[in-house]
């Protein structure tokens, strides 16, 4: 079984990753910054790190970087779906993967593939009875349905938390422009 520490400041994104970890037989320890992370790397000993690129007092970058200096294991950076991404920084300090969230299944299974064996056993035993093969995680993203409604209503907030700006912004322009009788910008 591989141990993931997912550092991430966001509740419904540390729900979805542990979720889809753990169902793949991980175990997962989950921390809500990367000052905590830091404190957790002796005592949790993970096998990769998972951690978003912009929390509060210590960002995934750093985390990463002093990860790199004191141990290096793996470390993938997650940032929401439109947050940028300073690929000179992700280079600097030499991350081993870069991740966007909502975390779909497939994906995330793939980007943690190459760096952790999978963890959950087949109920079949071999011909000799002997140890069971832990089954390989194919780099080949694979279709998974999501029908749990907590994990559906985690993935539909953070993606309205990424695009509420734009459409506050949008809608003031056109609250702005009917109140002081102007047609809103691109409006004939």
Known sequence: MSRILLADDSPHAQRMGERILRDEGHEVITVSDGK???????????DLIIADISMPEVTGYELCEYVK????MPV??????????????VDRV???GILKKPFEASLLLASIGRFVS????????NDSDGPV?????????????????????AAVTVALDAAMPALI?????????????????GVK
Not at 69 to 72: A, E, I, N, T, V
Not at 77 to 87: F, N
């Open 118 to 125: 999978g963890a959950r056993r087949s109920s079949r035993k």
């Open 94 to 96: 030499r991350a081993d």
């Open 133 to 153: 093969a832990l089954p390989r995680i194919s780099a080949q993203p694979r279709s998974v349905t999501v029908l749990d409604p907590e994990q559906i209503r």
């Open 69 to 72: 200096r004191h141990g290096g």
């Open 169 to 185: 912004d949008q809608i003031s322009e056109r609250v702005i422009a009917a109140l002081s009788g102007k047609r809103p910008d």
């Open 76 to 89: 993938i950076l997650t940032a929401g779906a439109v947050e940028p991404i300073d690929e000179q920084e």
């Open 36 to 46: 905590v992370a830091m404190l957790r790397l002796q005592d949790a000993a993970p």
